[in-house]
């Protein structure tokens, strides 16, 4: 293996940590602003756009492309992931305002099991025994992260089912836009997938006759900040660079993430359970990183 390859490796891993890091403090963002809850969704593409075209015209410009050169397949799977990634933002924030919040945690991790799940049928291979051992301990850990505050009740039946709808529509976006990330750069990925939600983000606020415009902008030009420049930006370049099973795993780790910033900000008790969680989680990281670690130096050696 290379240093430039070793090089890519260890920040690529830093973007993946830094973005779950990043986008868990989407939600408290999203209570936080006096728009409505998908209009804040609509705010935090529209802010965070010009930036990000001006990111894509610099990395355009250094590697000598441009959108005409673009295939067809590439322009549909950022429109899928754009769309889709709208329509998650709309369906995560309604389940926000509609459930308790470690029952939208919950359903809205559910993406990661569909990562995992498509991760091994692309790989048209059973998981490695310890892949399989860290993808038992990662949904072990979440679970008794979220388990014991969870509470299954009907008056949450209807939060709890777009936060479902909204983890299996992040996965979605996720997929297509690992397609498109295969022969364009993620700047100019995120981009086009941000111009293309504006509209479905704009249309179901409207429809739902939420307040669109904000008097206070600071919690959505932080939103904008935050969760799509530097979350969405960071959690584009990775996936790259990692399997699904890794990026799904790795979705876990916003739930253990959320935890420990409602410990420091606003002083919330963790239970002796809440930790074993989390260092289940973090332990199942580091797992099932190995075999691909050890697949990748196979390859370098034999090049």
């Keep these: 293996m290379t240093k430039a390859t070793?090089?890519?490796?260890?920040?690529?891993?830093?973007?993946?940590?830094?973005?779950?890091?990043?986008?868990?403090?989407?939600?408290?963002?999203?209570?936080?602003?006096?728009?409505?809850?998908?209009?804040?969704?609509?705010w935090r593409l529209t802010l965070a756009l010009p930036v990000l075209v001006l990111l894509a015209g610099n990395e355009n410009r250094a590697q000598g492309t441009s959108p005409a050169r673009y295939t067809g397949a590439i322009?549909?799977?950022?429109?899928?992931?754009?769309?889709?990634?709208?329509?998650?933002?709309?369906?995560?924030?309604?389940?926000?305002?509609?459930?308790?919040?470690?029952?939208?945690?919950?359903?809205?991790?559910?993406?990661?099991?569909?990562?995992?799940?498509?991760?091994?049928?692309?790989?048209?291979?059973?998981?490695?025994?310890?892949?399989?051992?860290?993808?038992?301990?990662?949904?072990?850990?979440?679970?008794?992260?979220?388990?014991?505050?969870?509470?299954?009740?009907?008056?949450?039946?209807?939060?709890?089912?777009?936060?479902?709808?909204?983890?299996?529509?992040?996965?979605?976006?996720?997929?297509?836009?690992?397609?498109?990330?295969?022969?364009?750069?993620?700047?100019?990925?995120?981009?086009?997938?941000?111009?293309?939600?504006?509209?479905?983000?704009?249309?179901?606020?409207?429809?739902?006759?939420?307040?669109?415009?904000p008097t206070d902008w600071t919690p959505v030009l932080v939103l904008a900040a935050t969760s799509q420049l530097i979350g969405q930006g960071l959690m584009v370049y990775a996936l790259n660079h990692f399997s699904p099973v890794v990026i799904g795993l790795a979705l876990l780790s916003q739930p253990a993430i959320a935890a420990v910033i409602g410990w420091l900000a606003f002083a919330e008790r963790l239970a002796p359970v809440d930790w074993i969680g989390m260092i289940a989680i973090g332990i199942a990281l580091v797992l099932v990183r190995l075999p691909e670690a050890r697949r990748a130096a196979k390859r370098a050696a034999a090049a």
């Design 75 to 213: 322009w549909a799977m950022m429109l899928v992931g754009g769309v889709a990634f709208s329509l998650d933002l709309a369906s995560w924030h309604i389940g926000i305002e509609r459930t308790k919040l470690a029952n939208a945690t919950l359903f809205g991790n559910m993406g990661s099991i569909i990562m995992v799940i498509y991760g091994f049928v692309i790989g048209r291979a059973w998981p490695h025994r310890m892949e399989l051992g860290a993808v038992l301990l990662a949904f072990t850990g979440a679970a008794l992260l979220m388990g014991s505050s969870y509470d299954l009740d009907v008056r949450n039946l209807v939060g709890d089912l777009f936060c479902l709808a909204a983890g299996i529509l992040y996965a979605g976006y996720l997929i297509a836009i690992r397609q498109a990330r295969k022969q364009v750069g993620s700047w100019s990925v995120l981009t086009w997938s941000t111009l293309f939600g504006l509209a479905p983000a704009l249309g179901i606020a409207i429809l739902l006759g939420e307040p669109v415009w």
């Design 6 to 42: 070793e090089r890519g490796g260890a920040l690529a891993l830093i973007a993946l940590i830094l973005a779950n890091v990043t986008l868990a403090f989407g939600p408290w963002l999203v209570r936080l602003a006096d728009t409505g809850p998908v209009s804040a969704g609509f």
